[in-house]
């Protein structure tokens, strides 16, 4: 912060310290959004720092005057209970992606007609490839931020996103809303994850692969100090839902967001037609790289909010928004070598070496190249010069082989007969094209499966990635991932380039994965064809790895979404003596073995949740839910679900082209709702029930 001195009022506050105290709030806020929103600072950092230490003071002297949007609050203490799952008062839904001009002609075409020939305009904005949040302010105060989670109940991660000072803590003016949800992206920008990656190889940590997974990392932290120090940003860009407002226009939010000290997405626009739209998207494509924050397309919404509801939505999606994504930025490089790396399966995987080369954002070194097969149809060998982008802007790939450029005496490359990490046979599977390493005991297996278990998806062990993972196997401190339990201090210490500090933080880490739900534990084990959604489905069905272990073949196919050749391979992997042995030692470290969501759903249905003793038949085409995103939200209330109607059901939820449990449900007099009454419901109010009073 740079500049003018600020006019601190002297004296005026001396007799009165909750008047200094707010003034000092306010002040503070004032000049955050002045930094980290508007970018024109008027202070010095050191007079803010003066501020804010002397606000410190007076909340130590006076603790009755902390409150919970103080900027002293920002970034709070470790989260040892972890992240509580809320449902979202509205589906977050994702929205429909197209990489064509013509697409973007036939959604306008498609919306003008649903519209009855109306044109509409559109709000065009650049799309943050960050992570989406929601944000909930009551009465000005930031009380709540969730992930989008499954799109119907998100993470509670608000002590992490207090710590994104682009976030108020209080909303300014004395015009704002009851009560108003706002939608955005959070986002590590570039020059913050070169910084992180910096830092992380210095530390002998793998680096980040990208700026989205490194943000969407990020807030599922347990230690919102570590989340401060990352330095997320943030920006809105979607209304949830509001109380007291009236907006005629999409636009219209943005300028109120804006004016309630929120940073905006930068670049919108409002076209009156198609035509404009896409002029303004060509516009972007070229100015896009200059932010210091990465982009993959723009978003195109009706801008009239009566015209949005019109259109509404389908089960997945809004019907009057879509996203344009740019082409990938395609470059060439040589590929330098090409590795072959042994999987947690057995599989052996090619992996592409290149000349480091910047491509849409960050420095890429090497692809996958899969298997056998892509190889053969790419033709891709060592000393070629290739043409890589990143799908989806993320994941670098070999486009194709520039042949012209290829080097004299270049061979075709081909897989070993032998496993590169235990020289062992390898053999293909009838039907597959994946090459295995028929090593059961492989070492390059257990590497793989260590990763594998510490991995975001599964046990989210922050700091342990695949470089410390070699270097505690080759000082043989690890086999399996059991081990990892065993670890201690001295060490950790004892590994190159890593101080007491960094092994305190591992082992802090380890502990806390300890608590993670039986789910994440369920896809680490690395059962054979159970991965995360089968592991939810098992931990919720069984509650606990004692049941299911305890389980027969046909128990397990009995759950939904569990066929009899997972229930076989289930049974199979906790009979093997290697196996049961590493689950044995897991449970023996202390390692959470109950599911907290059944857990949870159970607590809702005894203590009367909002559907609590209620059952639920689902009938018919859902537009604004999946299925799986409706019986979810009855379950996290107390409710059950049935596949039949009968005489104990309690409401059928009918969507389009319902059939015969709508005929019975009505034969019987059972309640009919239709997904506007859901909605309802699931913001607590029950439109049935009221309407027969």
Same mark, same amino acid.
Request: charged share 30%; hydrophobic share 35%.
């Given at each position: 912060?740079?500049?003018?001195?600020?006019?601190?009022?002297?004296?005026?506050?001396?007799?009165?310290?909750?008047?200094?105290?707010?003034?000092?709030?306010?002040?503070?806020?004032?000049?955050?959004?002045?930094?980290?929103?508007?970018?024109?600072?008027?202070?010095?950092?050191?007079?803010?720092?003066?501020?804010?230490?002397?606000?410190?003071?007076?909340?130590?002297?006076?603790?009755?005057?902390?409150?919970?949007?103080?900027?002293?609050?920002?970034?709070?203490?470790?989260?040892?209970?972890?992240?509580?799952?809320?449902?979202?008062?509205?589906?977050?839904?994702?929205?429909?992606?197209?990489?064509?001009?013509?697409?973007?002609?036939?959604?306008?075409?498609? &919306?003008?007609?649903?519209?009855?020939?109306?044109?509409?305009?559109?709000?065009?904005?650049?799309?943050?490839?960050?992570?989406?949040?929601?944000?909930?302010?009551?009465?000005?105060?930031?009380?709540?931020?969730?992930?989008?989670?499954?799109?119907?109940?998100?993470?509670?991660?608000?002590?992490?996103?207090?710590?994104?000072?682009?976030?108020?803590?209080?909303?300014?003016?004395?015009?704002?809303?009851?009560?108003?949800?706002?939608?955005?992206?959070?986002?590590?920008?570039?020059?913050?994850?070169?910084?992180?990656?910096?830092?992380?190889?210095?530390?002998?940590?793998?680096?980040?692969?990208?700026?989205?997974?490194?943000?969407?990392?990020?807030?599922?932290?347990?230690?919102?100090?570590?989340?401060?120090?990352?330095?997320?940003?943030?920006?809105?860009?979607?209304?949830?839902?509001?109380?007291?407002?009236?907006?005629?226009?999409?636009?219209?939010?943005?300028?109120?967001?804006?004016?309630?000290?929120?940073?905006?997405?930068?670049?919108?626009?409002?076209?009156?037609?198609?035509?404009?739209?896409?002029?303004?998207?060509? &516009?972007?494509?070229?100015?896009?790289?200059?932010?210091?924050?990465?982009?993959?397309?723009?978003?195109?919404?009706?801008?009239?909010?009566?015209?949005?509801?019109?259109?509404?939505?389908?089960?997945?999606?809004?019907?009057?928004?879509?996203?344009?994504?740019?082409?990938?930025?395609?470059?060439?490089?040589?590929?330098?070598?090409?590795?072959?790396?042994?999987?947690?399966?057995?599989?052996?995987?090619?992996?592409?070496?290149?000349?480091?080369?910047?491509?849409?954002?960050?420095?890429?070194?090497?692809?996958?190249?899969?298997?056998?097969?892509?190889?053969?149809?790419?033709?891709?060998?060592?000393?070629?010069?290739?043409?890589?982008?990143?799908?989806?802007?993320?994941?670098?790939?070999?486009?194709?082989?520039?042949?012209?450029?290829?080097?004299?005496?270049?061979?075709?490359?081909?897989?070993?007969?032998?496993?590169?990490?235990?020289?062992?046979?390898?053999?293909?599977?009838?039907?597959?094209?994946?090459?295995?390493?028929?090593?059961?005991?492989?070492?390059?297996?257990?590497?793989?499966?260590?990763?594998?278990?510490?991995?975001?998806?599964?046990?989210?062990?922050?700091?342990?990635?695949?470089?410390?993972?070699?270097?505690?196997?080759?000082?043989?401190?690890?086999?399996?991932?059991?081990?990892?339990?065993?670890?201690?201090?001295?060490?950790?210490?004892?590994?190159?380039?890593?101080?007491?500090?960094?092994?305190?933080?591992?082992?802090?880490?380890?502990?806390? !994965?300890?608590?993670?739900?039986?789910?994440?534990?369920?896809?680490?084990?690395?059962?054979?064809?159970?991965?995360?959604?089968?592991?939810?489905?098992?931990?919720?069905?069984?509650?606990?790895?004692?049941?299911?272990?305890?389980?027969?073949?046909?128990?397990?196919?009995?759950?939904?979404?569990?066929?009899?050749?997972?229930?076989?391979?289930?049974?199979?992997?906790?009979?093997?003596?290697?196996?049961?042995?590493?689950?044995?030692?897991?449970?023996?470290?202390?390692?959470?073995?109950?599911?907290?969501?059944?857990?949870?759903?159970?607590?809702?249905?005894?203590?009367?949740?909002?559907?609590?003793?209620?059952?639920?038949?689902?009938?018919?085409?859902?537009?604004?839910?999946?299925?799986?995103?409706?019986?979810?939200?009855?379950?996290?209330?107390?409710?059950?679900? !049935?596949?039949?109607?009968?005489?104990?059901?309690?409401?059928?939820?009918?969507?389009?082209?319902?059939? !015969?449990?709508?005929?019975?449900?009505?034969?019987?007099?059972?309640?009919?709702?239709?997904?506007?009454?859901?909605?309802?419901?699931?913001?607590?109010?029950?439109?049935?029930?009221?309407?027969?009073?």
């Amino acid at each position: 912060m740079a500049r003018t001195k600020t006019n601190d009022a002297p004296g005026l506050f001396d007799r009165d310290p909750a008047a200094r105290a707010a003034w000092l709030r306010a002040e503070i806020a004032r000049h955050e959004r002045l930094y980290y929103v508007e970018n024109r600072p008027e202070i010095s950092d050191r007079e803010f720092d003066r501020l804010h230490r002397e606000l410190q003071d007076l909340e130590a002297q006076h603790p009755e005057l902390r409150t919970g949007d103080s900027p002293t609050q920002r970034v709070g203490s470790e989260l040892s209970g972890g992240f509580q799952t809320v449902p979202h008062r509205r589906a977050m839904l994702s929205l429909d992606n197209t990489y064509s001009a013509e697409d973007v002609r036939e959604f306008d075409r498609r &919306v003008r007609k649903l519209l009855g020939g109306e044109q509409p305009e559109y709000c065009v904005e650049l799309k943050i490839d960050g992570t989406a949040i929601s944000l909930w302010y009551e009465n000005g105060s930031f009380v709540r931020g969730l992930t989008r989670g499954d799109g119907m109940s998100g993470e509670d991660i608000t002590g992490n996103l207090r710590t994104i000072r682009q976030i108020p803590l209080r909303l300014p003016g004395h015009d704002v809303p009851p009560f108003v949800e706002l939608r955005g992206e959070a986002y590590l920008p570039r020059s913050e994850f070169s910084r992180l990656n910096r830092e992380r190889e210095e530390a002998g940590l793998d680096p980040f692969v990208n700026p989205r997974n490194a943000a969407a990392g990020t807030l599922k932290l347990l230690d919102p100090k570590v989340v401060a120090a990352r330095r997320l940003r943030f920006f809105v860009h979607t209304p949830g839902t509001w109380e007291g407002l009236a907006f005629a226009r999409h636009s219209e939010f943005l300028d109120a967001a804006l004016k309630w000290g929120l940073p905006v997405v930068p670049a919108r626009a409002v076209c009156k037609d198609i035509d404009e739209v896409l002029a303004y998207i060509d &516009v972007w494509d070229r100015k896009r790289r200059d932010f210091d924050f990465d982009t993959d397309g723009m978003v195109v919404k009706v801008d009239r909010l009566d015209q949005q509801a019109r259109l509404g939505t389908t089960a997945k999606s809004p019907r009057y928004a879509m996203a344009y994504k740019y082409k990938p930025e395609e470059v060439e490089t040589e590929v330098l070598d090409i590795e072959v790396q042994v999987g947690k399966t057995g599989v052996l995987t090619p992996v592409a070496r290149f000349r480091p080369v910047f491509v849409s954002g960050t420095t890429v070194t090497y692809a996958s190249l899969h298997n056998q097969d892509e190889i053969d149809r790419k033709d891709v060998r060592i000393g070629d010069t290739v043409a890589i982008e990143k799908a989806g802007e993320i994941i670098p790939q070999v486009v194709r082989v520039v042949k012209e450029k290829r080097p004299a005496g270049a061979q075709p490359f081909r897989l070993p007969d032998r496993c590169p990490a235990c020289q062992g046979p390898t053999s293909r599977r009838e039907g597959e094209v994946a090459l295995r390493c028929t090593n059961a005991r492989c070492p390059g297996r257990y590497r793989a499966r260590i990763v594998h278990f510490a991995s975001r998806a599964c046990m989210d062990i922050e700091d342990l990635g695949e470089k410390l993972v070699d270097r505690m196997i080759a000082a043989g401190l690890l086999q399996n991932p059991a081990d990892l339990y065993d670890l201690t201090l001295e060490q950790l210490r004892s590994l190159e380039r890593m101080g007491e500090k960094s092994a305190q933080n591992l082992l802090d880490r380890l502990d806390a !994965s300890k608590r993670q739900d039986l789910a994440r534990l369920l896809a680490a084990l690395n059962i054979p064809h159970v991965g995360t959604r089968n592991a939810e489905l098992l931990a919720e069905h069984f509650e606990t790895l004692e049941k299911l272990r305890a389980a027969t073949a046909e128990e397990i196919a009995q759950v939904p979404g569990v066929g009899p050749i997972m229930a076989r391979a289930i049974v199979d992997f906790f009979a093997d003596p290697q196996e049961r042995e590493l689950v044995e030692r897991l449970v023996k470290a202390g390692l959470n073995t109950h599911s907290t969501r059944a857990a949870a759903r159970k607590a809702a249905a005894a203590s009367g949740g909002a559907f609590a003793g209620k059952t639920f038949v689902l009938t018919g085409t859902l537009t604004k839910f999946t299925r799986e995103q409706a019986e979810a939200a009855i379950k996290d209330r107390g409710g059950q679900c !049935s596949g039949s109607v009968s005489k104990k059901t309690d409401y059928v939820l009918a969507g389009e082209k319902a059939g !015969s449990k709508l005929t019975k449900a009505q034969s019987l007099g059972v309640k009919v709702i239709d997904e506007s009454d859901f909605e309802r419901m699931l913001a607590g109010d029950d439109p049935v029930n009221r309407a027969d009073t």
